[in-house]
């Protein structure tokens, strides 16, 4: 089916996302992987290229364009050479953080923080999740008391994306422990505060590029002017902010299902055994028109839901089946197609074992696959007890 999504504009961005993934992504990522970092100079060398801060009005440096179908070019385009850890970091900044800045932040937050993300000179990250507090948010117990014009803040945070680079970092704390989710607050952090420290860069079984941290809060007091959004509310701004941020991890997982098919498409075509392409033979073919039709399916669901997003019409549960399906399609089609690839599928010169190794954590981040799916049931659950009735009631309404 012809593909309705993108027109002139995006495909024109498409051609200098390209020629800079060319220029400078493919020649370092050897040397990144085996560093466990990415150079900073990609960051700025984006920033140069006007690539960070899409969604960022152009008065703070940034590109003014609020339209997501940029960044899903330039997640296809990373796809296509397999730069998930580069990826990764700049999603966190671009489909994550920057919402926070932009819609919670103050005047003078924007103006000081703003123009440096853009510029690729300052990196950030966001601190949730705590080695007791995954999923579940509310089982966080790094604090923040407040004490004059500064907050105190004391705690411990995993799994950081960007976590040893960053030097701007949005803390989820408690400011009241009696008010449960009530009681949360959102704090930027600043490289450079007395007590914070980060820890060691942990050891991940795929993503090897991409700087996953611990993070470690010491009394670091922090400026009452860094406080974001409104006290008490920390838990209500990222539940309205997680649709963005699954869409985000729900579009990479398509990109790398299209790329990686297309690879083993190609691999078993040229691939022989007994005589013959591997692609000649009924399973490999079965198996093959069965990945691509999901895949094909998966994109049409989520190029309406990009476009919903886009019109702020897009739904927490519509973007958790997002998330779960598209990366559990992810998981299943990588496994699949290394399969195909035979025992040259687990050398790391193939693009289909990188592929396996940095798809594994798609299920996981961002929410999993049980949470997505949660979600899922208690909203259908909430239509029976208000009488919306069984999930065809959706289509009726439309009618």
């Not at 420290?197 to 941290?213: E, F, P, S, V, W």
């Not at 198996?287 to 399916?297: F, V």
Request: aromatic fraction near 8%; glycine fraction near 10%; proline fraction near 3%.
């Amino acid at each position: 089916m012809e593909r309705t999504l993108y027109d002139q504009d995006h495909e024109d961005f498409r051609d200098v996302v390209r020629e800079f993934v060319v220029r400078e992504v493919v020649p370092h990522q050897e040397r990144w992987d085996a560093d466990h970092l990415i150079d900073r100079a990609v960051w700025t060398a984006a920033g140069k290229q006007g690539l960070l801060g899409l969604a960022v009005p152009e008065e703070y440096g940034g590109g003014g364009q609020d339209d997501f179908r940029y960044r899903t070019v330039m997640m296809e385009e990373f796809a296509e050479v397999g730069a998930a850890s580069l990826g990764s970091g700049f999603s966190v900044q671009d489909d994550i953080v920057l919402p926070y800045l932009l819609d919670l932040g103050t005047e003078e937050q924007k103006r000081r923080w703003l123009p440096g993300i853009c510029a690729g000179e300052t990196i950030t990250a966001i601190a949730m999740t705590e080695p007791g507090a995954g999923s579940d948010l509310q089982g966080i117990r790094t604090s923040a008391v407040r004490d004059g014009d500064e907050w105190v803040l004391d705690g411990t945070k995993t799994f950081i994306t960007s976590g040893i680079l960053s030097d701007l970092v949005i803390v989820l704390a408690r400011t009241d422990p009696a008010a449960g989710a009530r009681g949360m607050s959102l704090f930027v952090v600043e490289r450079g505060m007395p007590g914070f420290t980060r820890g060691r860069k942990l050891d991940k079984i795929g993503l090897h590029a991409q700087d996953t941290a611990e993070l470690f809060f010491d009394s670091v007091r922090v400026p009452a002017a860094n406080l974001l959004g409104t006290e008490g509310r920390g838990f209500v701004h990222l539940m309205e902010r997680l649709p963005r941020e699954r869409m985000a991890i729900a579009v990479s997982a398509q990109c790398v299902t299209e790329t990686v098919l297309e690879q083993t498409l190609d691999y078993c075509t040229e691939r022989t055994a007994f005589g013959r392409p591997v692609a000649d033979f009924q399973h490999s073919r079965f198996l093959l028109a069965e990945l691509t039709t999901q895949a094909d399916i998966t994109r049409v669901y989520l190029d309406r839901a990009i476009e919903a997003l886009n019109e702020g019409t897009l739904t927490a549960v519509d973007a958790a089946k997002a998330k779960w399906w598209a990366t559990e399609l992810q998981t299943k089609t990588v496994d699949r197609c290394l399969q195909l690839h035979g025992g040259y599928g687990y050398m790391k010169e193939y693009p289909v074992a990188r592929a396996f190794l940095d798809s594994r954590i798609q299920t996981v981040y961002g929410g999993t696959t049980e949470i997505m799916k949660e979600i899922i049931g208690r909203d259908l659950a909430a239509g029976r007890d208000t009488g919306r009735g069984n999930v065809t009631a959706k289509r009726h309404t439309a009618d």
